[in-house]
């Protein structure tokens, strides 16, 4: 089973609180003690959202490690095979897919994720599993970013939680760049199962994932097709 499991913002990268998304990471792997690898390319290696991985994942009683690009770098395929979980953090999308094209990574992840490996991240560790996301890679503006491809459609996080995401989105469908786009808010994931939206995952307070196209050029909100909404 295939399963990708993308955040639209909030948890451990915030603050280390009540764990409620991680515990539900943890909880889809058959293993008691799964091993988790962290992927925090996108802030550059930064050292604390690194201590704040392993405080929230080895309370979790996860087998922890992460996957350094800015010091010397593992043998990746070798370890990204040995891991139940994949999490890859928040920040640039843009330049962290840039580095991992480099190193091989996104084919070696295209293969983990094909042979069951669980896939997971938030704000750019949401998008970058999609055909494209939406990013703020770029300081001045928004923009549409090819990414990995596992899964298709258009995804963009933080969509209740950045001013400028919505009106985005919005330009975008107006000028029929795109046709739709699902929109993960804060405090919320969507979990898909073998490429199919499956869960809305809320750990906030009523946030959800939408489906936002335009219709009789009005912006419209659905749910997505068979999804279920699950409260934590």
């Known amino acids: 089973m295939k399963q990708i499991i993308a955040i639209g913002g909030g948890g451990f990268g915030r603050q280390i609180k009540d764990l409620k998304i991680e515990k539900y990471i ?39 490690s992460h996957i350094d690009f800015f010091k010397r770098t593992i043998k990746l395929d070798k370890h990204i095979a040995e891991q139940d979980i994949v999490f890859v953090g928040g920040g640039n999308t843009k330049s962290m ?37 939406i990013t703020d890679s770029w300081k001045d503006h928004q923009a549409i970013l090819p990414c990995l491809g596992f899964v298709d459609g258009v995804c963009c996080p933080h969509y209740d939680e950045e001013p400028e995401r919505i009106p985005y989105v919005k330009e975008i469908l107006n000028n029929k760049q795109i046709d739709e786009c699902i929109a993960i808010e804060g405090f919320c994931a969507l979990h ?41």
């Open 26 to 64: 943890v909880n889809q792997s058959k293993n008691k003690n799964p091993s988790i690898c962290f992927i925090p390319t996108a802030t550059g290696d930064d050292q604390g959202y690194i201590e704040n991985f392993y405080k929230a994942f080895d309370s979790l009683n996860c087998k922890t």
């Open 97 to 133: 897919l840039a580095v991992w094209r480099e190193w091989g990574l996104d084919n070696i992840l295209n293969n983990a994720y094909q042979n069951g490996v669980i896939m997971s991240g938030v704000s750019a560790g949401a998008i970058c599993w999609f055909n494209n996301g």
């Open 192 to 232: 898909l199962v073998n490429d199919i939206p499956k869960y809305s995952v809320s750990f906030g307070t009523d946030t959800n994932v939408h489906l936002v196209s335009l219709s009789n050029e009005e912006i419209i909100h659905n749910d997505l097709n068979n999804i279920e909404k699950i409260i934590l």
